[in-house]
T-cell receptor, first 117, second 114 residues
């Protein structure tokens, strides 16, 4: 079965410092991996995705994520955090392969990122 | 205007009442979804539809029903609301093409059942 784990409920960093939001996954085939962000009172917004190719994926707002197949991880990173990055971040996985035409995403529980001035 | 529009944005109702949440989209996507968000639980899939004639149950469909009135419209109904259905509900859409899988979300409908 597919699953996603975000081991940290909260991440707190100072503005200007690098940030990492962790995500590990479990799928039986090759994964499609996603990060979404949710600002207060808003819907989820797509940040970036890994389908295939380069393990380092660049996305919106200066975020990037590194796919590590051996560790089944897809951690979200940013070199220099901004106060405006404070939001709820969700990792998601979609299984690929035969029989996987569903397109359903499995979401983690979310990590609240707080960037303090 | 938003690509995925949900109405109402907020609703307070009483136990036993029938509630309908509506979703419309201008993205031209075939696939539409209803998710529920609860604090600490992430998003859970209630129902999804791949086209007007295709409706499927998700993880937590009990107590809910849906209707796909047109390609652009997908409504979620609670026939007899109960307090543990208090949550934030999201509609989402995606393209048919399997290579993407990216979801586009509405702003959410906050439902409170007293």
């Amino acid at each position: 079965a597919q699953s996603v784990a975000q081991p940290e409920d909260q991440v707190n960093v100072a503005e200007g410092n690098p940030l990492t939001v962790k995500c590990t996954y479990s799928v039986s085939g090759n994964p499609y991996l996603f990060w979404y962000v949710q600002y207060p009172n808003r819907g989820l917004q797509f940040l970036l995705k890994y389908i295939t190719g380069d393990n380092l994926v660049k996305g919106s707002y200066g975020f990037e994520a590194e796919f590590n197949k051996s560790q089944t991880s897809f951690h979200l990173k940013k070199p220099s955090a901004l106060v405006s990055d404070s939001a709820l971040y969700f990792c998601a996985v979609r299984e690929t392969g035969r029989g996987s035409t569903l397109g359903r995403l499995y979401f983690g529980r979310g990590t609240q990122l707080t960037v303090w001035p | 205007d938003a690509d995925v529009t949900q109405t109402p944005r907020n609703r307070i109702t009483k136990t036993g009442k029938r509630i309908m949440l509506e979703c419309s989209q201008t993205k031209g996507h075939d696939r539409m979804y209803w998710y529920r968000q609860d604090p600490g639980l992430g998003l859970r899939l209630i129902y999804y539809s791949f086209d007007v004639k295709d409706i499927n149950k998700g993880e937590i469909s009990d107590g809910y029903s849906v209707s796909r009135q047109a390609q652009a419209k997908f409504s979620l109904s609670l026939e007899s609301a109960i307090p543990n259905q208090t949550a934030l509900y999201f509609c989402a859409t995606s393209e048919r093409i399997a290579a993407t899988g990216e979801l586009f979300f509405g702003e959410g409908s906050r439902l409170t059942v007293l």
